[in-house]
């Protein structure tokens, strides 16, 4: 399942025949179906999250927390020499690598 954050990087994904919807869409639903007292099942699910670079630090720690709490799975992809997050991304980001731990809460 692809995600990022605008719909240009979206739909790049669907070209390449990629499943796929904003961040914000993904955060948006999941957090719906939480407070409905559903538990989202990824457990067979890889999120690939890309133009990670663009996104802000609680937006990444969110859309982890939620793939965890489901028992799915997320790698980011993303090229820092292009556009930046708006929100701090610097502590996700550093020497050109991101090492962000997976949690369930």
Partial sequence: MGLGPTHRAVGEMRSAGVDAQ???????????????????????????????SMVGNTDMARAYALIAAGGGRAVASGDTDQLQAIAPVSLSVSSRRAVLPMWSS
């Fill in 22 to 52: 904003t961040l914000a869409s993904f955060l948006h639903d999941t957090q719906l179906l939480q407070r409905s007292g559903e538990t989202p099942n990824f457990s067979n699910t890889l999120f690939l999250l890309d133009e990670s």
